[in-house]
């Protein structure tokens, strides 16, 4: 099993631009998430999904969108970058909501 | 609402001394409770939780933790700490409520001294 994947690693972007962020899991998991990870802040969690089909909002979800059209797959799209969208992001998995998450290994995002 | 306090941002130890990293929370209704290490330029790996039973869970990695109900406590342990066993450190709470997320503290930093 690879678990959780995300592509890319690393991502300059321009404010303004747009992008999406990967992940997948092969552990056929129903529940999956984001995060953004800020120094000194934790881990904030962004969008999150229950099954296919099914999202909805976190804690910091402005400028974000998720779709979940399979159980394996959870993209994250920005629709603008900002500044502020500078960050660490991490996607999760977990066979229900209130079980063991699994990580991904990230990514790091920096918009100019 | 639900919140989770790490009050350290840094804990530094000497190899194989005891250490601790603290936690507390705050929920309306019972808690799940999580510690996750983060090594740098990694994600986070699970270490232990507690959903019910035993007071004392044991983890990963010689970790263990006590979750103490009326304090809303739940302090991460180990005996004898490792110079392996520096990362940045997270506990995350939910409720056992319907339509909860977890809620992540801020981390804390442990530095094992050799």
């Known amino acids: 099993n690879a678990g959780v994947t995300q592509t890319p690693k690393f991502q300059v972007l321009k404010t303004g631009q747009s992008m999406t962020l990967q992940c997948a899991q092969d552990m056929n998991h129903e529940y999956m998430s984001w995060y953004r990870q800020d120094p000194g802040m934790g881990l904030r969690l962004i969008h999150y999904s229950v099954g296919a089909g099914i999202t909805d909002q976190g804690e910091v979800p402005n400028g974000y969108n998720v779709s979940r059209s399979t159980t394996e797959d959870f993209p994250l799209r920005l629709l603008s970058a900002a500044p502020s969208q500078t960050s660490v992001y991490f996607c999760?998995?977990?066979?229900?909501?209130?079980?063991?998450?699994?990580f991904g290994p990230g990514t790091r995002l920096t918009v100019l | 609402a639900q919140s989770v306090a790490q009050p350290e941002d840094q804990v530094n130890v000497a190899e194989g001394n005891p250490l601790t990293v603290k936690c507390t929370y705050s929920?309306?209704?019972?808690?799940?409770l999580f510690w996750y290490v983060q090594y740098p330029n990694r994600g986070l790996q699970f270490l232990l939780k507690?959903?019910?039973?035993?007071?004392l869970v044991k983890g990963s990695y010689g970790f263990e933790a006590e979750f103490n109900k009326s304090q809303t406590s739940f302090h991460l342990k180990k005996p004898s700490a490792l110079v392996s066993d520096s990362a940045l450190y997270f506990c995350a709470v939910r409720a056992d409520n319907y339509g909860q997320n977890f809620v992540f503290g801020p981390g804390t930093r442990l530095s094992v001294l050799p």
């Open positions: 999760a998995s977990s066979r229900h909501s209130s079980d063991t998450q699994y």
């Open positions: 507690y959903i019910t039973g035993d007071n």
């Open positions: 929920v309306s209704g019972n808690p799940y």
